[in-house]
């Protein structure tokens, strides 16, 4: 038995992602063989803000039926070219028989663009490698950039289309204001686990949210924002949980994003700022999830 591989940093596991794995699942069963994922810890770029952390990336990896993941540190391999990462790491660490990939994946130090010089190289060190044609729904191409693009636009709903999932942020609750709270909507508000982690741009969204009390998660409202209302100048994650009063302080939370409401909006009084939060609140409510 053999084991078939594809490489990959795999940030945010969206739709065209998810096509690859499916297809290297397939081709390691119909060859009776092991399927491995080779991704790494780290973004090549440091400063790129992600769409998800370590431990999702590898969960929803994992979620897609593949047999083992490789995790690589990418410095210790950003001098190998093409051949030698082949090679070295492929062939002789890994025992890779045949490498999967995407249709515009690249790799090696000598930054090779051409399909077929990947190809001739694999033939000269005894590795086949299958090449997967583009995969674009409704003839648009899905990228992380794309997504992430979207995603700091507070364009959750495309965004989420593209990924094939509800995009979602992990934190801890931490101490707030207590605006929410004089204005009949108090909130938990969190700091993200990881500070990598992209956040959805400003404004109120309609979310699910999940803890150790509401394992199937509740329904809620999201705001991202510096506060304008109330002076604010540091951008906030807080959320509004229906039907919920206990308290989460130091817990951990994770916040499901389903859809955008509105944007950040300065009202002129905190009434005006009540009256809208009843009108979101009702959205929500109303909203089919």
């Known amino acids: 038995m053999g084991t078939i591989a594809t490489i990959g940093f795999f940030d945010g596991v969206h739709r065209g992602h998810q096509l690859v794995l499916k297809r290297l699942v397939e081709e390691a069963k119909r060859h009776d063989s092991q399927s491995m994922v080779v991704t790494f810890s780290n973004h090549p770029k440091q400063d790129m803000p992600l769409l998800n952390t370590l431990d999702e990336r590898i969960e929803r990896i994992k979620q897609q039926g593949v047999d083992s993941i490789q995790l690589l540190q990418f410095e210790e391999v950003k001098h190998l070219t093409a051949k030698e990462f082949m090679q070295e790491m492929l062939i002789e660490k890994l025992h890779v028989d045949c490498l999967l990939m995407g249709y515009d994946h690249r790799f090696g130090s000598d930054q090779i663009t051409d399909f077929r010089v990947y190809q001739a190289i694999a033939d000269s060190i005894g590795l086949k490698v299958i090449n997967l044609p583009q995969y674009a729904p409704h003839g648009h191409h899905i990228s992380s950039s794309t997504i992430r693009t979207l995603i700091d636009m507070g364009e959750i709903d495309d965004a989420n289309q593209l990924l094939g999932y509800n995009y979602s942020i992990e934190g801890h609750v931490v101490e707030g204001r207590h605006i929410g709270r004089q204005l009949g909507f108090p909130t938990a508000n969190i700091t993200p686990l990881d500070e990598k982690k992209l956040i959805v741009g400003a404004g109120v969204y309609v979310a699910r949210v999940y803890s150790a009390h509401e394992q199937n998660g509740r329904l809620g409202m999201l705001n991202v924002g510096t506060n304008p209302t109330v002076g604010g100048s540091q951008n906030t994650i807080e959320v509004h949980i229906f039907d919920f009063d206990k308290q989460l302080y ?40």
Do not use: P
């Open 250 to 289: 130091g817990e951990k939370i994770k916040i499901e994003i389903i859809h955008r409401l509105r944007g950040e909006i300065k009202f002129n009084t905190l009434d005006q700022l009540r009256r809208q939060l009843e009108k979101d609140k009702q959205q929500c409510l109303n909203y089919k999830l």
